[in-house]
Every structure is written in structure tokens, then in C-alpha cells.
């Protein structure tokens, strides 16, 4: 069974950087597509930023820019570095990979921005 670990949210002011990461364990098959979502109250989880397995990238439009995803095979490991952070970028995010069986999801970690 796939388990991922987030960590790096937290409480950051206006103008702020965060960088999450997320490392998978357990995979028995290759880890394809890494990717990071977002959900705020009362709205629907969201795309934030996604890295395939060749390296290619897509942003939201929202934060294309400000916020980059990286990856690192050898440790399986998913980043998002977030910067010029807005009030509206306040939500849960989650890390989501998958293998070519099946997709799993982190617990999420909470980005709170607020002066």
C-alpha cells in the first residue's frame, strides 16, 4: 500500500513563501504523474500543479508564476514551492500520485495566508 507524507504548510503573510513537499513509500510499480490540489471552504478540490514522469508541468492559471513543482525520482518525493502567496491561496493542499494501477492522495496540509 502506497502511503504519501506531506509536510511545509503552515501560517504565512501576504508577499510569503511556503514549499510542501510530499514523499511516497510502498510503490510497488513506478511512480507516473505527482501532482498537488487544493481545496478551500466551500469550494471543490482543484488542480494546482502537476509533473509527469518525462518532467513536463502544467499550473492552474491562478498561480502560474508564483508557484513551481519538482520532483525527485530517486527519493519519490513531490514539491511545490509556492511564493508571492495571496490570502486567496488560503486551502488544504494534497499531494496526489499514481502508478500505472491506481491513484492515491495525501491527508492534506493546511495553507493558511493572512497578515
Known amino acids: 500500500q502506497v502511503q504519501l507524507v506531506e509536510s511545509g504548510g503552515g501560517l504565512v503573510q501576504p508577499g510569503g513563501s511556503l514549499r510542501l513537499s510530499c514523499t511516497a513509500s510502498?510503490?510497488?510499480?513506478?511512480?507516473?504523474?505527482m501532482a498537488w490540489y487544493r481545496q478551500a471552504p466551500g469550494k471543490q478540490r482543484e488542480l494546482v500543479a502537476r509533473i509527469f514522469s518525462d518532467a513536463r508541468t502544467n499550473y492552474a492559471d491562478s498561480v502560474k508564476g508564483r508557484f513551481t513543482i519538482s520532483r525527485d525520482n530517486a527519493k519519490n518525493t513531490v514539491y511545490l514551492q509556492m511564493n508571492s502567496l495571496k490570502p486567496e491561496d488560503t486551502a488544504v493542499y494534497y499531494c496526489?500520485?499514481?502508478?500505472?494501477?491506481?491513484?492515491?492522495w495525501g491527508q492534506g496540509t493546511q495553507v493558511t495566508v493572512s497578515s
Open positions: 510502498g510503490s510497488r510499480f513506478s511512480i507516473k504523474t
Open positions: 496526489y500520485v499514481n502508478n500505472e494501477y491506481r491513484d492515491y
